[in-house]
């Protein structure tokens, strides 16, 4: 894989984190439970320091990163947010929160699926656990939101 194609898988997973961090953002100020509110704004951190950290590596291979999101990332955010207004509820945030955790992991799935340069690899992988260990919090939130009602 040349370095254009690892930019390119790069800007790929840069778009799938701040599409979290943004719909992570949406749903924190959506929801009503105090600690789902916090859930969710640390999460949003965390995708944003996920971005930054690849767009470093972009820098590094010489690429030009990228900094914004997808349109099907702005397309599950107004859903979101029409879900939030048509009194979805928290369950319903979490739902689509856990939507987009799976998108999130098909992402890194894809990015790993070639042989990438070793230090990419180590982020992408490292990223990948970080990934698996949101989705299955925002599963466990859900599980408990379900239980609960």
Known sequence: ???EDVISR?????????DGER??????????????????????????????ELQ??????????????????????????IKSALGGGD????EECERGEDAALKSYREAMKDPLPAAVE???RTQYEGAKRNHDQIRSLRDAERAAH
């Open 1 to 3: 894989m040349n370095d």
């Open 10 to 18: 790069l800007n790929d997973l840069i778009e799938t984190c701040k």
């Open 23 to 52: 719909g992570f953002r949406t749903c924190a100020e959506d929801v009503k439970a105090p600690h789902l509110k916090s859930a969710f704004t640390s999460r949003a951190g965390e995708c944003a320091r996920a971005a930054a």
């Open 56 to 81: 470093a590596e972009v820098a590094r291979l010489g690429g030009k990163a990228d900094d914004s999101g997808s349109a099907a990332g702005a397309l599950h955010r107004g859903w979101v947010n």
């Open 91 to 94: 369950l319903a945030l979490l």
């Open 122 to 124: 180590s982020v992408v």
